[in-house]
DNA sequence: CGACTGTTTGAACGATTTCAATCTGAGTGG
DNA sequence: CCACTCAGATTGAAATCGTTCAAACAGTCG
């Protein structure tokens, strides 16, 4: 029906029966904008004053620690809202990984039209909850996976989450990117990318294309 | 007004304005419910029937992994809510930490009470919003403080939640849940409190006492 | 062809885990 | 009242994993 066709793989299974609803509201009223890439699109703590839909290219949710480390919540790519379960001020910032475009709509256009609107409000209830899942799967990753096998987790995650192109899935992101996401230093990601290859868990064609090996999916089957 | 002065206390500053509208649902229609340290309250994947509000004693909201390893993401205490964004199923499991007194409302209730109630609504949103934070604060931790200042984080966070009694802070939880809290072993625990001692940042009263130092405070704040 | 950014690799060091032993306090039964 | 038991806490020593610091490599843009 809207032009959403491919944006809405990266949705998680949990949005599959409501989605739709925001879907439309920003293909009604959302303006196109664009951003280069390292641009920072919105700060932590500044008032909101729009929300946004990513079209195309990746955004890394973080936020900056007062020793000036940065945690990389999330890389939200096409499909992927910015800002939704915020009130008054952005709880991290945004920065563009590469160049992207999105839509943005004022908040109190959304605002208004989840006013009274059952299926809006249970559309962006569900968004909260899967952040948080997300957030938690996350945190489980960093508890108790050794370096090579979170990178592991990461790349199927990344994977499902339909940034497939081909047989082979692109990484927009730096091995600088993957270590503040990953919570270990850049050379232990690279390391882990080299061990992963030599165990066969991936295959890669340069530093930024790779496969999963059948086999290593079925192993996490079963 | 209610019976939950200092039960308030531990909720998050996010809250101040607009708490109430749920506390006032739990205290009118709240059916009162105990459980026994080591009790499963609920469990991951289970449907939602009733949601929760404790009025006295620990919970730990937990999820296990494949391997049954153990992550504890959050302990909930008086005043906590049980059973938020969550729709439909339990996306945690919560077992009672010491013997627990709650309060639960059908949610079926809940979900009727909060159509057509913006301040209702808001507050949710401001819940799900808290534990999002709250997940990406515990985030950092894992991902760059060292084992003893993860403790020493844990520490102030849970005195800051209203833990305090006289000028000690008691913990309800062992070094094990500790442990799958903060992503380490229940020996590292031990050791940290050990080295927390001996680096003057806290005092303890036994093994379930704890008070902060007052200069390491202050060398938070600046 | 440099210059630059991002990636890979090596070696020494340090932090945390693992495995094992010991300690403490609360509750129980004689 | 005391010895016994048991869960939880502490401590030690060796082994492992990840970081740090340093150097080299690759691709891209002028």
């Known amino acids: 029906m809207t032009c959403f066709t491919e944006i809405v793989t990266r949705r998680s299974p949990l949005h599959a029966d409501t989605a739709g609803a925001v879907d439309a509201l920003f293909a009604a009223r959302g303006r ?7 641009q920072t699109l919105v700060m932590e703590e500044q008032p909101i004053e729009s929300v946004y839909q990513i079209s195309s290219g990746f955004v890394r949710c973080c936020s900056y620690t007062q020793e000036g480390q940065r945690q990389v919540f999330h890389f939200a790519g096409p499909g992927d809202l910015l ?10 910032s945004a920065e ?19 006013t009274c609107n059952r299926a809006m409000q249970r559309e962006l209830r569900r968004h909260c909850l899967e952040q948080i899942a997300a957030r938690e799967r996350h945190l489980v ?6 370096t090579e096998d979170r990178l ?12 497939k192109r081909g047989d082979m899935v692109e990484l927009p992101m730096t ?40 086999d290593e999916v079925s192993q996490e089957a079963a």
Do not use: Q
């Not at 475009?101 to 256009?109: E, M, N, P, T, W």
């Open 152 to 163: 592991l987790a990461f790349l199927e995650e990344f994977e499902a989450a339909g940034s």
């Open 96 to 114: 563009a990984v590469t160049d992207v475009v999105l839509r943005s709509i004022k908040i109190d256009v959304l605002e208004e039209a989840m």
């Open 175 to 214: 091995r600088l990117d993957l270590a503040d996401h990953l919570g270990m230093t850049f050379e232990t990601v690279s390391r882990c990318f080299t061990a992963l290859k030599r165990r066969g868990a991936i295959m890669m064609n340069g530093p930024n294309m790779y496969a999963l090996s059948a």
């Open 141 to 146: 990753w960093l508890a108790y996976l050794r």
């Open 83 to 92: 800002g939704f379960p915020d009130l008054g001020i952005w709880h991290f």
């Open 32 to 38: 196109l904008t664009t951003a280069d890439r390292g």
